[in-house]
């Protein structure tokens, strides 16, 4: 009933600012993330918006920074990534704008159940890094430039190590086959916790790292920039970014996972600041 009542209020408002019925260009792309696409968010936020605004979303799901690149090249309107520092260069650079936070979850370091490297209750991902590396341990890496292969990255360079060959694979894949390829492969993966969560019943990894502050994992949304890409949705843009930090599309947010998981697998950010994130 409470999701009722909020999407009632979704249709209420678009329909004031002129957003229902069929907009002059109702295709609008969105690139974003694996994860959100993955958990099963946007099949739960897409159609709603669609259906208050006259919008068809076509949805690209891939890296952050792959999604980010397709905003570089003109290719999408709207991007929903969790990539801060590429999201921070393509505002500079004038790529995007208005970039605002939406959600955040966490990492996860998952690993097989005998938990090789001995990882198990590590605060530190930097030193279960270590640990992994020195028990010489399968590890599986997105490879892919995106948000979550860019932490990893951050982990190695903290850790002071410079992975490559041997046990330490690249998938080149999203976080879905990343955590199946893992656990064919009984290695350790990087995952972010609501991808984790959807695919929990299919694989056979569990959860050793999770709590150090790297681990937080912010997504925000971005329009592309209408002043550099003259050709791109920016009505259509707007139009989602504003429904995504409404209260309605929060509340879904918020909620969203905890009746099948028991947990939320994201967290509702609209209006905070960075450093007010996990509080």
Request: with cysteine; hydrophobic share 45%; aromatic share 8%.
């Amino acid at each position: 009933m409470r999701w009722a009542v909020a999407f009632f209020l979704v249709v209420l408002v678009a329909t004031q600012e002129g957003l229902a019925g069929t907009p002059d260009r109702p295709d609008l792309v969105l690139a974003t993330t694996t994860s959100t696409q993955d958990s099963g968010l946007l099949d739960v936020l897409v159609p709603v918006f669609e259906e208050a605004s006259g919008y068809h979303v076509k949805t690209v799901a891939v890296g952050s920074g792959q999604a980010l690149a397709l905003a570089g090249r003109g290719e999408a309107d709207v991007v929903l990534s969790h990539a801060p520092e590429l999201e921070e260069k393509a505002v500079m650079d004038g790529t995007v704008v208005n970039r605002r936070p939406v959600m955040h979850n966490d990492f996860l370091l998952v690993g097989p159940p005998d938990d090789p490297a001995k990882v198990g209750g590590l605060k530190d991902a930097a030193e279960a890094c270590r640990r992994i590396v020195a028990a010489r341990a399968r590890f599986v890496s997105r490879g892919d430039d995106s948000g979550t292969h860019l932490l990893e990255r951050k982990l190695w360079t903290a850790a002071g190590i410079e992975p490559a060959g041997g046990p330490y694979v690249e998938a080149g894949q999203g976080m879905g086959a990343t955590l199946t390829i893992a656990s064919e492969k009984a290695a350790y993966t990087l995952t972010d916790r609501a991808t984790y969560l959807a695919f929990k019943a299919r694989i056979r990894l569990v959860p050793f790292v999770q709590g150090d502050v790297r681990l937080l994992n912010p997504y925000h949304v971005l329009e592309v920039n209408p002043a550099k890409f003259p050709r791109v949705n920016h009505g259509g843009a707007r139009a989602f970014a504003d429904f995504l930090v409404s209260p309605a599309a929060q509340d879904r947010i918020g909620s969203f996972g905890v009746a099948k998981y028991g947990e939320r697998l994201f967290v509702p950010d609209a209006g905070k600041r960075m450093e007010d994130l996990g509080r």
